[in-house]
């Protein structure tokens, strides 16, 4: 059996995969000082979750302008795998609340432009990507109308999801009707989850706020019915091996092997590339290292490919997805 790499990076964020040269650079240009939990994770250390966020919005100051947003892509493109054989694809998640409106680093306009751009450049070689709207859960239910009132009313096809990260702070029955509202728009639903805040926010994201897609995840596995409500739905659960290790250190043994013996749908991503370097031959080798055998890394190559919606996506511009999933 093959023990390459899948080629799919099953979560990157946009906002979270500037060069750390070119971010390093564009601070020294114009004499601003870096967040110490910035240069921590570019070395590799573990940071509390609070502190990674200003090092995450700090990293993305410097987004502005299409030319910027189309540049990631091309990075996200070279960080997949080298070679072109077997399918190719990056599920995206962006801010654009964050970047257009909370910082006004670009215009929508210059943000989908550029990210158009980069995207018709990745399907040119091969590589499919699909876009995951990304609302900050700690912001509140208010702000995830606000995404959603800046981001439906023209909506390019690329973008097929919605979806919270950030502090798991608020609630995911008072989130429902945000999802709610994103699901009848036609996207599909994802929720970060069992990262920073407990194993039952899994739970409770897919149960009450209906997700159909789990970021990181991890912290289910100290509860085998939430694993068995995982698998029996089937679940994908998006991990990312470098973020996991430096921003949940209380974790102990990472339980990915735990959660694919369990029949989770896990599969690795690169969370932000650009803040905790890392590329997904990188995470693949870590996955190794877990000590995974062969049944177990088939299993992550399969999930990889089979529950992408970067892969799932061939139906844009065309049909409208959420009737392609109904059907
Ligand atoms: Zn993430």
Redesign the pocket.
């Known amino acids: 059996m093959s023990l390459l790499p899948p080629r799919v990076d099953r ?1 990157t ?1 946009l906002e979270g995969s500037l060069d750390p040269a070119w971010v390093k650079a564009q601070a020294q240009r114009e004499g601003l000082g870096l967040p110490p939990s910035l240069e921590a994770l570019w070395r590799d250390e573990i940071v509390p979750f609070e502190a990674f966020i200003p090092a995450f919005f700090f990293s993305c100051g410097f987004l502005r302008g299409a030319e910027a947003a189309r540049e990631i892509l091309r990075a996200a493109v070279r960080r997949l795998a080298p070679g072109a054989d077997g399918p190719r694809g990056i599920d995206l ?1 962006v801010s654009p609340h964050h970047l257009c409106r909370g910082a006004q680093l670009l215009t929508l306009d210059e943000l989908w432009r550029g990210m158009d751009e980069g995207i018709a450049e990745a399907r040119a070689q091969g590589v499919q990507v699909a876009v995951v709207i990304d609302a900050v859960n700690h912001f509140g239910i208010a702000h995830g109308h606000e995404v959603l009132d800046l981001v439906l009313p023209e909506r390019p096809d690329w973008v097929v999801g919605f979806s919270t ?1 950030g502090l798991e702070g608020v609630p995911f029955r008072d989130w429902a009707p945000v999802f709610d509202r994103a699901r009848k728009a036609g996207l599909r639903l994802a929720a ?1 989850a069992g990262e920073n805040g407990p194993g039952t926010n899994v739970r409770d994201a897919i149960l009450e706020a209906g997700v159909s897609r789990i ?2 995840g991890v912290r289910a596995a100290a509860h085998p019915d939430i694993l068995d409500l995982l698998a029996e739905r089937r679940i994908p659960v998006d991990v ?1 091996l470098t ?1 996991n290790r430096c921003l949940i250190p209380d974790l102990g043994p990472h339980p990915l092997k735990a959660m694919l013996r369990a029949g989770v749908r896990c599969a690795l991503g690169t ?2 590339p650009g803040v905790m370097p890392c590329d997904l031959p990188g995470e693949w080798r870590k996955a190794q290292a877990l000590g995974l055998e062969a049944q177990d890394l088939e299993a992550l190559r399969r999930h990889a490919v089979e529950d992408a919606w970067s892969l799932q996506t061939g139906l844009i511009g065309g049909t409208r997805l959420d009737r392609a999933f109904e059907a």
Do not use: K, L, R, T
Request: glycine content about 10%; some cysteine.
């Open positions: 979560h964020h998640w990260g970060h970021v990181h990312c973020s969370d932000d």
